[in-house]
């Protein structure tokens, strides 16, 4: 049997101080209690960036004004295979929260834990870190 493949886009919210906005995935989802950089699946024929603007705005509230793809990154889990677009906004309109109920906290880019990440994100948390 194949294994579904998802498409997903996630925002590296960062102010120029190099605070970043993350939120924990709630109970009762796949990798629940991991914090993340929010974002979600694309939709049939949606581009990564169209995505990530929407998602965000669906999640957290905040309109982009501003972002650049970062990062992707494949990985592989035992039923899924995705495929992860890393975007560093920038930019962007009203202030970030948990829309959806979900917590969220700002975090210094160099507090960034990555076993605190799902195993696919934990690359992107390393490359921020040593970015610092």
Not at 47 to 53: G, V
Not at 63 to 68: F, G, N, Q, R, W
Not at 80 to 109: A, H
């Amino acid at each position: 049997m194949e294994k579904k493949h998802l498409h997903i886009a996630a925002g590296i919210i960062r102010t120029a101080q190099q605070h970043i906005f993350i939120t924990q995935r709630p109970e009762g989802t796949h990798m629940a209690g991991f914090w993340e950089f929010p974002g979600g699946k694309l939709e049939q024929g949606e581009l990564p960036e169209d995505a990530l603007i929407r998602e965000l705005e669906e999640e957290v509230g905040i309109i982009v004004t501003d972002c650049s793809l970062f990062h992707r990154v494949d990985h592989e889990f035992d039923d899924r295979f995705i495929t992860l677009y890393f975007f560093m906004v920038s930019d962007w309109r009203n202030e970030p929260y948990g829309r959806e109920g979900q917590k969220f906290r700002w975090i210094d880019q160099e507090d960034l834990i990555a076993d605190e990440f799902p195993p696919a994100n934990r690359v992107i948390v390393d490359m921020l870190t040593k970015a610092v």
